[in-house]
């Protein structure tokens, strides 16, 4: 009856729940074998109560415990009524058969499980009630025995009466040091408990937390704990639902038998499997009772490997655009050369005195697109070079202001800069390539705004930042806003592509090198813009 199944709730109501399983069966086991011993070893003159009935009455307790718990009240009040309700009892019987006999021990029973159940301030709250309950009685015994026709007391036998007025001498300091014994066994029980509950939560924080899947079972392959990664993993629902079940009706057939194999070889084994398609390593090891000692149960780690897999593919990826850049960049130098020739041999003929002016139009036309084209190699040359920059400790401030210099010297009479940045702000970096970033974006705000013969604004701004949420590091976020004609939100995410433009004579690799050089200062290039109402790139440096 004890052992019946109780009501589930969280993690510490299933921790409540068993050692209130463990409390009946307890009380039920006590409860039976006092009353053979009694009924067996106990002499009576027939004149008091037996206390085998308030045994019996225990047993009857014991029974309506179980069906409130059933019924789904809560665990903790019943453990507090359960509690009380024993210090009574057990109060009855120490009446019963005197606070010197065997009976009276129990109450340290009590406490134990006060402590275990509730906790600290719980289990000296017991101790203080059984002393209490302990001097009540000596009382009452001591007025039975103090004179002639002293104090009757009902249900109590008369010869437990006349042996308690022998030992009379002996119960105070008795008294003293019972209460006292319970009160230390409180303290020092209660301290126990609390310290393992504090290593208990923090194993099962640790265990539920960890990034891996972990399942234990004992030796009869039932489960005894299993995280919510391993459930996942396993695709096999909650991890309470299966606490408890053996591994052949719950894991997946290959986990199972890894399991089973790790049992009878008594080492560590190991496999990969695809759960829920999902790559998944499983690693089973065995636990033993010391070395060479009997075997007490399996534990399994289990990883996802999917982040592995997808790391060694996006390897391979990497591996192919750098041998694709290495060949294209070998193509662009091989296309130079020809190119070279061809636009020195087309200066040539138009130098020359042509007798068609047509002929003299088309030669134009061949050295400017060779112009062009060779605009278009640099640049992806420029754009595929692996070379270190040169870092050092420069003033962004001092940049920006050069690059607003260089931007009032091209801008358009039809666009106004303006300036919102300290006097000097300190960052790591490659000025020059960073100077090549800034003046490719007040260009491109330049173009924005001119364009079909518009007008506007560009303010350039700068201002101590923190990266995103994922990165809180400290840096430097420069703003280039413009009034501009802005940008498609359906183009927003191809902006920084290669080769990528909106312009009518636009190249596109303007971004793309852009954004390469700012990742390479660790930091990050975005856009925000709405069509007609303009754009603005914001670039975030580390500091």
């Given at each position: ?48 109560l ?20 059933r ?44 402590a ?15 002393s ?10 001591f ?30 300091p ?32 640790i ?18 704990f ?20 053996q ?19 008594e ?6 499997f ?75 003929l ?33 754009y ?15 940049v ?24 000097s ?43 995103s ?14 009034t ?44 925000e813009s ?8 914001k ?5």
């Amino acid at each position: 009856m004890p052992g019946a199944a109780l009501p589930s709730g969280g993690a510490a109501d299933r921790s409540l729940e068993s050692r209130l399983k463990w409390l009946m069966f307890g009380r039920l086991a006590v409860a039976v074998v006092g009353i053979f011993v009694t009924l067996l070893t106990q002499p009576f003159s027939g004149t008091g109560l037996p206390p085998h009935y308030t045994l019996l009455a225990a047993c009857l307790l014991n029974l309506v415990y179980l069906f409130a718990a059933r019924a789904g009240l809560p665990f903790r009040p019943l453990a507090v009524v359960q509690l009380v309700l024993d210090v009574v009892l057990i109060g009855v019987l120490a009446y019963l058969t005197g606070i010197d006999r065997f009976f009276a021990f129990l109450f340290f029973a009590t406490v134990i499980a006060s402590a275990m159940l509730v906790g600290l301030r719980m289990a000296v709250a017991m101790a203080s009630c059984a002393s209490i309950v302990l001097a009540a009685i000596s009382t009452l015994y001591f007025l039975a025995t103090s004179a002639e026709g002293g104090l009757r007391l009902p249900f109590v036998d008369a010869g437990i009466v006349e042996a308690y007025a022998s030992r009379r001498a002996f119960v105070l300091p008795y008294l003293f040091f019972f209460a006292l014994s319970l009160h230390v066994v409180a303290l020092l029980a209660g301290r126990l408990t609390a310290e393992v509950r504090r290593v208990r939560i923090l194993n099962d924080e640790i265990l539920q937390n960890m990034a891996g899947g972990v399942l234990a079972a004992d030796r009869f392959g039932e489960i005894q704990f299993i995280n919510s990664q391993a459930s996942k993993l396993l695709g096999i629902g909650e991890p309470d639902t299966v606490r408890g079940r053996q591994i052949d009706r719950v894991l997946p057939p290959p986990v199972a038998q890894l399991l089973h194999r790790a049992t009878r070889s008594e080492g560590r084994v190991a496999d990969e499997f695809h759960l829920n398609g999902a790559p998944v390593r499983v690693a089973v090891s065995c636990l033993a009772e010391g070395e060479g000692g009997p075997l007490r149960g399996t534990v399994a780690i289990l990883s996802d490997l999917s982040l592995r897999t997808q790391m060694e593919e996006m390897t391979r990826r990497a591996d192919r655009f750098k041998a694709l850049l290495e060949m294209s960049a070998s193509m662009a130098h091989e296309i130079r050369n020809p190119l070279a020739s061809i636009r020195g041999a087309a200066q040539e003929l138009e130098t020359s005195k042509l007798p068609h002016e047509d002929d003299r139009q088309l030669l134009k036309v061949v050295i400017r697109e060779s112009d062009r084209l060779d605009q278009i190699i640099s640049e992806f040359l420029d754009y595929a070079s692996d070379r270190p920059m040169d870092m050092g400790l420069f003033d962004v401030a001092e940049v920006l202001r050069e690059t607003g210099l260089l931007l009032e010297a091209r801008r358009d009479p039809r666009v106004k800069i303006h300036r919102e940045f300290p006097r000097s702000m300190l960052c790591r970096g490659s000025p020059d390539k960073l100077k090549q970033v800034f003046l490719n974006l007040g260009l491109n705000a330049i173009d924005a705004c001119t364009q079909d013969g518009g007008s506007g604004s560009l303010t350039i701004r700068c201002a101590p930042a923190r990266g995103s949420e994922t990165d809180p590091r400290e840096g430097v976020l420069v703003e280039f806003a413009d009034t501009g004609c802005g940008v498609p939100r359906e183009n927003l995410g191809r902006v920084f592509d290669p080769f990528f433009t909106t312009k009518p004579h636009g190249v596109g690799m303007g971004l793309a090198i852009a954004r390469k050089i700012v990742q390479a200062h660790g930091g990050e290039i975005t856009m925000e813009s709405e069509v007609g109402k303009g754009a603005r790139l914001k670039v975030w440096l580390p500091l």
